[in-house]
């Protein structure tokens, strides 16, 4: 079974930075694909970032220019870069991952919060 871990939310004023933590803890599993997900009061869960296991990233438009999704590989971490905070970056982010063989678990959610 693999758990995932988040940690580095927190409150933040509009253009600051945060950096969010997720890792995977557990054996017998190759990572394919780790993510960062958001979701906003009233809203749906939206992607946000996604980098593949040789190295390739997605961003969604929203955040382009402004997130950096960035994995450790020895430590089964990935880690969400964020500059640049906006009021409507408020949300509760999460960490999904996939393995190899097509198994998905997410990470119990952090809060970000950005206010002045």
């Known amino acids: 079974q693999v758990q995932l871990v988040e940690s580095g939310g927190g409150l933040v004023q509009p253009g600051g930075s945060l950096r969010l933590s997720c890792t995977a803890s557990g054996s017998g599993f190759s990572i394919n694909t780790m993510d960062w997900y958001r979701q906003a009061p009233g809203k749906e869960r939206e992607l946000v970032a996604r980098?593949?296991?040789?190295?390739?990233?997605y961003y969604a438009d929203f955040v382009k220019g402004r997130f950096t999704i960035s994995r450790d590989n020895a430590k089964n971490t990935v880690y969400l870069q964020m500059n640049s905070l906006k009021p409507e970056d408020t949300a509760v982010y999460y960490c999904?991952?996939?393995?190899?063989?097509?198994?998905?678990?997410w990470g119990q959610g952090t809060q970000v919060t950005v206010s002045s």
């Open positions: 980098i593949f296991s040789g190295g390739d990233k």
């Open positions: 999904r991952m996939q393995t190899s063989n097509g198994f998905v678990s």
